[in-house]
């Protein structure tokens, strides 16, 4: 019994003691949610230690971390962008040009990797490369007063970047400005002076001109006839007549122009029709006036020919005539020699006889009645 008495006591004041340590803790909880409450304004409550010291706030030493990492973040990105303002990369086809406060310090002219001072100097890029530039198609006169319209283009690349800065303010655009202005004054300097058909002629810098051959010797013929054939020469261009009237441009603004080249000459369209009706017109003449020619020509060979043909017949029938005398008096001869000799008259006269019966037998009727005293019968009857 005392066991069982014993055991029941100990557990009900363990049950005390368990109500009493609840109690406790919910009086220590009520005390903390007061005392969070209270600071929950500023976020901040305060700790001990054991000793009574004062702990240190966990949140207070992560907000120095934070604040610590971002200031190192803040001093790397301020370093990047000093760094990365103070390098100049210069490329194969640039100029880099270095200012200080307006004025130029250097010129980077090699492709690679230089520095700067950040917020003092300022970088300008100049192109190195060739370039093109399309001139607007202009209005131009020739000496003999006739418009006509060039369309061209230059090619062009900067040479002194430090005077193509301080002249044209390292603009490609005020460079081209420039360029329009001395390639149309040049190009109308050049045309002005020529003719139309010269600088048609001109455009490709290739001439085709006729030319006479020597003539040959011809004989038996009163008319000598000259053959013409083509040939091409070289002469000035037009765009080298116009590259001559360019000058100083390097001198003045730092650049050189390479090559000026005519894309297209071409006439204003209110006149176009009239100029190619007598372009039409004179090659009528032309080709008219050359039809005349040759059928002038023409006519001398055929009475060139005709009379030398008179002159060859003329010559071959005296020749004939000439021949058949020459025949005939031989023919007399041999006659006068064949009756002057008795035994060759003899025999002549046979023969003469012999030629007579033959033509005599011609037809179908070979009959053929001869008296005694003729000679062809006294043949047959062998009296000669």
């Not at 971390?65 to 086809?93: C, D, E, F, P």
């Not at 005398?325 to 006659?335: D, F, N, P, Q, S």
């Not at 025999?347 to 030629?355: E, G, P």
Request: proline share 2%; with cysteine; net charge negative.
């Amino acid at each position: 019994m005392m066991i069982v008495s014993v055991g029941r006591i100990s557990a009900i004041a363990v049950l005390r003691l368990r109500k009493t340590a609840i109690r406790e803790m919910e009086d220590i909880m009520a005390d903390f949610n007061q005392n969070f409450n209270t600071n929950s304004g500023t976020g901040e409550y305060e700790r001990f230690n054991s000793d009574g010291t004062k702990k240190k706030n966990k949140g207070e030493k992560r907000r120095k971390r934070a604040g610590a990492g971002i200031l190192v973040a803040l001093i790397a990105v301020v370093a990047l962008i000093l760094l990365g303002s103070s390098m100049v990369v210069t490329k194969q086809n640039q100029f880099k040009l270095i200012r200080q406060f307006g004025r130029v310090q250097r010129v980077v002219t090699d492709a690679g990797l230089s520095f700067r001072i950040p917020f003092i100097e300022s970088v300008d890029t100049i192109p190195k490369e060739l370039l093109l530039y399309d001139l607007p198609s202009s209005d131009v006169i020739t000496s003999d007063k006739k418009t006509m319209i060039v369309d061209s283009y230059v090619l062009w690349h900067v040479t002194d970047p430090l005077k193509f800065a301080q002249t044209l303010s390292c603009s490609v655009s005020n460079a081209e400005g420039r360029i329009d202005a001395i390639v149309y004054n040049a190009t109308k300097n050049t045309i002005s002076n020529m003719k139309q058909d010269e600088v048609i002629r001109s455009r490709d810098g290739k001439m085709t001109i006729t030319v006479d051959q020597d003539p040959e010797e011809v004989k038996n013929n009163d008319m000598v006839i000259s053959e013409e054939h083509e040939e091409v020469i070289e002469i000035t261009s037009l765009t080298e007549e116009i590259m001559a009237q360019i000058n100083h441009v390097e001198e003045q603004y730092g650049i050189e122009i390479s090559a000026v080249e005519v894309k297209k000459l071409d006439l204003p369209d209110d006149n176009k029709q009239a100029v190619y009706t007598r372009m039409i017109s004179e090659r009528e003449n032309i080709a008219a006036q050359y039809t005349a020619e040759g059928k002038s020509e023409a006519k001398m060979i055929e009475n060139t020919t005709d009379k030398e043909v008179s002159i060859m017949l003329s010559d071959a029938e005296a020749k004939a005539e000439a021949a058949i005398a020459e025949g005939e008096a031989e023919y007399m001869r041999i006659l006068t020699n064949a009756y002057s000799d008795p035994a060759k008259m003899d025999f002549y006269s046979f023969v003469r006889a012999l030629d007579a019966l033959k033509e005599s037998m011609r037809g179908d009727n070979k009959t053929i009645i001869l008296s005694d005293d003729s000679p062809i019968a006294q043949i047959f009857n062998g009296q000669y």
